[in-house]
């Protein structure tokens, strides 16, 4: 399987800061990656997808970059409804993988 | 917009198997991959695997011995099946839908339902 190695696994940044997670694959994966953020109670929800693509909807706050091992999952000017878990999804292999999450607060 | 929603038990006893539902309303079924995802509460996610709506499924190699994953295209719906269930398995699980050409970008999810494993 592919491990998905996720950091830092919790920040606490202010509002307005620039948020930075990162995700490491255990091997190349080309940019076979997706972003998703989950609120507390709630299904994840699609952000980013093939690496750098924005979703449909989703606020150009939200941007990925990234290729082969090494992925960067980038907030800009962070609000209070910000707050959440977010999670990177490999589909390079089966079975598909998520990394263990970055949980985002407020200072 | 398509909706997703999860059924099932709610409590299962361990060593019985659980059965899920999803029920897909505002879209079709057919031509779509469709997945179930777990999260044990507090924890991360995990795919379980994948149906298209052909039938063809692919399961996680862990749980391949005690999952069944099933596809009823005249009710718009899917379902799941795992075995011989532990405590290990409580989780809430997810149904979700790939976006069209993609089997494995996940744009759509219903929003969980809760099976706990307990005597």
């Known amino acids: 399987d592919i491990q998905m190695t996720q950091s830092p696994s919790s920040l606490s940044a202010s509002v307005g800061d620039r948020v930075t997670i990162t995700c490491q694959a255990s091997q190349a994966i080309n940019n076979y990656v997706h972003w998703y953020q989950q609120k507390p109670g709630k299904a994840p929800n699609l952000l980013i997808y093939d690496a750098s693509t924005l979703q449909a909807g989703v606020p150009s706050k939200f941007s990925g970059s990234g290729s082969g091992t090494d992925f960067t999952f980038t907030i800009t000017n962070l609000q209070p409804e910000d707050v959440a878990t977010y999670y990177c999804?490999?589909?390079?292999?089966?079975?598909?993988?998520f990394g263990g999450g970055t949980k985002v607060e407020i200072k | 917009q398509v909706q997703l929603h999860e059924s099932g038990p709610g409590l299962v006893k361990p060593s019985e198997t659980v059965s899920l539902t999803c029920n897909v309303s505002?879209?079709?079924?057919?031509?779509?991959?469709w997945s179930w995802i777990r999260q044990p509460t507090g924890k991360g996610l995990e795919w379980l695997g994948r149906i298209f709506y052909s039938g063809s499924a692919m399961y996680h190699p862990s749980l391949k011995s005690r999952l069944t994953m099933s596809v009823d295209t005249s009710k718009n719906q899917f379902s799941l099946k795992l075995n011989s269930v532990t405590a290990a398995d409580t989780a809430v699980y997810y149904c979700?839908?790939?976006?069209?050409?993609?089997?494995?970008?996940?744009?759509?999810w219903g929003q969980g339902s809760l099976v706990i494993v307990s005597s």
């Open positions: 979700a839908r790939a976006s069209r050409s993609t089997t494995s970008r996940f744009d759509s």
């Open positions: 505002g879209g079709s079924i057919t031509g779509y991959y």
């Open positions: 999804q490999q589909y390079d292999n089966l079975p598909l993988t």
